[in-house]
């Protein structure tokens, strides 16, 4: 079975402090996880994903998330919250499920940056 | 290259008419996926489609239906609309490549339709 939880509806930080936004995730394969922002009125676009290479994985705009296969998580973390950051951002867990691409979104996490 | 384009971009129907969403596909991408959006449900998925052929569906009623042109351009279409259809839909698009790892491919997805059903 595959699923996807992410730990915090909302997150608040100040402008210029540490982000991190929490994912844990369930699959019987050995999957593949993203994570996708989406600012308001906006499509979704994609930070950075992991493909069973290197753990840590370096995304666009500063950002950067961790594979933990012990602790089934990917979590997502910027060292300095900049005002636009301030976004919807999805995890995104996917298998070959069946010969093609299963993908499941997280229910999503809004990032708050106050300055 | 030109990005996954949706149109209409803003749709307003009453209920129990029907609806037909256009998606069109980064060239070169034969993955076609669509998204419902909602605040309380969040992202779900409502179907995939690969070279013409539905691929994966998701739990949604048969009132949900898509397709998929030669050229890769998708529509959806949902028939007697319902107060709870309002949302915003996605279409996302994908490159897949032949022997790369099936989980890997990642979407690109276009600005959404936004319907409302009144």
């Known amino acids: 079975a595959q699923s996807v939880t992410q730990l915090d509806s909302h997150v608040s930080v100040s402008e210029g402090t540490p982000v991190l936004l929490r994912c844990n995730y369930s699959s019987s394969y050995s999957p593949s996880l993203f994570w996708y922002v989406q600012h308001p009125n906006k499509g979704l676009q994609l930070l950075l994903k992991y493909t069973s290479a290197a753990t840590l994985v370096k995304g666009i705009n500063g950002f950067e998330a961790e594979f933990k296969k012990s602790e089934t998580s990917f979590h997502l973390t910027k060292p300095s919250a900049h005002m636009s950051d301030a976004a919807e951002y999805f995890c995104?867990?996917?298998?070959?499920?069946?010969?093609?691409?299963?993908?499941?979104f997280g229910i999503g996490t809004k990032l708050q940056v106050i300055p | 290259k030109a990005g996954v384009t949706q149109t209409p971009r803003y749709l307003i129907k009453t209920r129990g008419q029907q609806v037909t969403l256009s998606c069109s596909p980064i060239?070169?991408?034969?993955?076609v996926s669509w998204y419902q959006q909602t605040p309380g449900q969040g992202l779900q998925f409502l179907f995939e489609y690969f070279s013409e052929t539905q691929r994966n569906k998701g739990n949604f009623p048969g009132r949900f239906s898509g397709r998929q042109f030669s050229n890769s351009r998708s529509e959806m279409n949902v028939s007697t609309l319902e107060l709870g259809d309002s949302a915003l839909y996605l279409c996302?698009?994908?490159?897949?490549?032949?022997?790369?790892?099936?989980?890997?491919?990642?979407?690109?997805f276009g600005p959404g339709t936004r319907l409302t059903v009144t």
């Open positions: 996302a698009s994908s490159l897949e490549v032949a022997g790369g790892p099936v989980s890997s491919y990642e979407q690109y």
């Open positions: 060239s070169g991408h034969r993955s």
């Open positions: 995104v867990v996917s298998d070959p499920e069946g010969g093609y691409q299963k993908v499941t």
